[in-house]
């Protein structure tokens, strides 16, 4: 059953599965159309029944297949929930973003393999991004928080570093042959081109949505509680606690920056601030 799940989860999440060490689909993106996340439901679902697990947690079972499952099936609840809800793929487009940027990523920065087999995955997978994006956009709710739409056009501008100047760097440093660089660089302008259109839907079409989206919701938010971090208490008893918990670590900063510091920890702060590197460093 386990490796049922894990077989799954690594080819819905090509990506992840990349950055894990599990190298079966690095020339792969995942589908986040329409058509893609709804076969990708049906299959958590599947898996999520043959598991056979409820809600209760973990504490009573003794060995470690069943803690397994359990862990399991509580990472299903999870994914499932955050596919209903439209903060994730369905409803913030930095995700699509960033998972077409890091597909890349993930070949070129981690030397796993010869640098002309991740040149060929890298090559798929940029050519598969203009397909990935244009099915995102299919499934994302057609409003949009301000700050996540800010925030994907920053990742756009970072994509087109990426394709623009990082890749001929990676291909001149690790002497990737004619011909393979000639099909990555190729694919690097079709998956430029799908972010400007990317970058231009977001510009023109996308309609910001009211400030209350932002949030998840109490339901959401307790589910991540209990099923994603195994948590057993109230979000009010979580709240009063780290209320309480700020108070005295302000406090107690205070008190200290005030032995060193006219202004207290604020001056402290501001003078940490300015500590950093020039931007030529």
């Known amino acids: 059953m386990l490796d049922r799940f894990f077989e799954s989860y690594y080819r819905l999440r090509p990506v992840s599965a990349t950055f894990t060490g599990i190298h079966d689909h690095d020339h792969r993106l995942p589908d986040w159309s329409p058509e893609g996340l709804a076969a990708a439901r049906a299959e958590m679902q599947a898996l999520r029944a043959s598991l056979e ?8 079972l003794r060995d470690v297949a069943s803690r397994d499952r359990a862990l399991a099936a509580a990472f299903l609840d999870v994914q499932l929930a955050e596919d209903e809800s439209i903060h994730f793929a369905r409803g913030n487009p ?9 597909g890349a ?9 010869a640098a002309g087999d991740r040149a060929d995955a890298a090559a798929s997978r940029l050519s598969g991004v203009p397909a990935f994006l244009a099915g995102a ?10 700050a996540w739409r800010i925030r ?20 001149a440093v690790d ?18 081109e799908a972010f400007d259109e990317f970058r231009r839907w977001l510009t023109f079409e996308v309609k910001p949505a009211p400030a209350d989206r932002y949030a998840c919701g109490a339901d959401l938010f307790d589910l991540l509680l209990t099923r994603g971090h195994w948590c057993t208490r109230s979000r009010s008893g979580l ?36 500590a950093h590197p020039s931007a030529d460093d």
């Open 53 to 60: 697990m409820t809600a209760d947690g973990v504490a009573g």
């Open 94 to 102: 930095s995700l699509a973003a960033g998972e077409a940027i890091f």
């Open 105 to 113: 990523i993930s070949l070129m920065t981690r030397p796993f393999a």
């Open 137 to 146: 956009r299919r499934s994302i709710a057609p409003a949009v928080p301000e």
């Open 152 to 171: 994907t056009l920053r990742e756009c501008d970072g994509a087109d570093r990426l394709l623009c100047d990082s890749v001929p760097r990676w291909i």
């Open 175 to 192: 002497a990737i042959d004619a011909a393979r660089a000639a099909t990555l660089l190729s694919a690097a302008r079709q998956a430029r």
């Open 239 to 274: 709240l009063a606690d780290a209320r309480a918990a700020l108070d005295e670590a302000l406090a107690r900063a205070g008190e200290r920056a005030s032995r060193i510091a006219d202004g207290g920890w604020p001056e402290v702060r501001a003078r940490l601030a300015d």
